[in-house]
């Protein structure tokens, strides 16, 4: 099994920046696509970031509403993944997830892991 856990989130006033972390564990063999999703109260789970396989020149995708201000980054050597999160705004609030697509040392096929979230609230 993959295990996938968020950290880094926390209060932060608008206009501030934080650093969230992913860190996948467990029989990991390979890695595909990893990104984050966000689920703000009331609201469904929207997809956020995507940073392709490879962690120099993978792809990188953003929803509209984030372009410009957040990052998404990984280091392979590490099997993390990261979202710098720059001037924040109230509608930023909403729990982050981590989502990886993996494969186990036993081989196998691809299959979809999510962490359990990180809280990030932007308030004054």
């Known amino acids: 099994q993959v295990q996938l856990v968020e950290s880094g989130g926390g209060l932060v006033q608008p206009g501030g920046r934080l650093r969230l972390s992913c860190a996948a564990s467990g029989s990991i063999f390979s890695i595909n696509n990893m990104a984050w999703y966000r689920q703000a109260p009331g609201k469904q789970r929207e997809w956020v970031a995507t940073?392709?396989?490879?962690?120099?020149?993978?792809?990188?995708s953003y929803t509209d509403s984030v372009k410009g201000r957040f990052t998404i980054s990984r280091d392979n050597a590490k099997n993390t993944m990261y979202l710098e999160m720059n001037t924040l705004k109230p509608d930023d609030t909403a729990v982050y997830y981590c989502?990886?697509?993996?494969?186990?040392?036993?081989?196998?096929?691809?299959?979809?892991?999510w962490g359990k979230g990180t809280l990030v609230t932007v308030s004054n």
């Open positions: 940073h392709t396989s490879d962690s120099s020149s993978g792809i990188l």
């Open positions: 989502y990886a697509i993996a494969k186990t040392s036993e081989g196998g096929t691809w299959a979809p892991y």
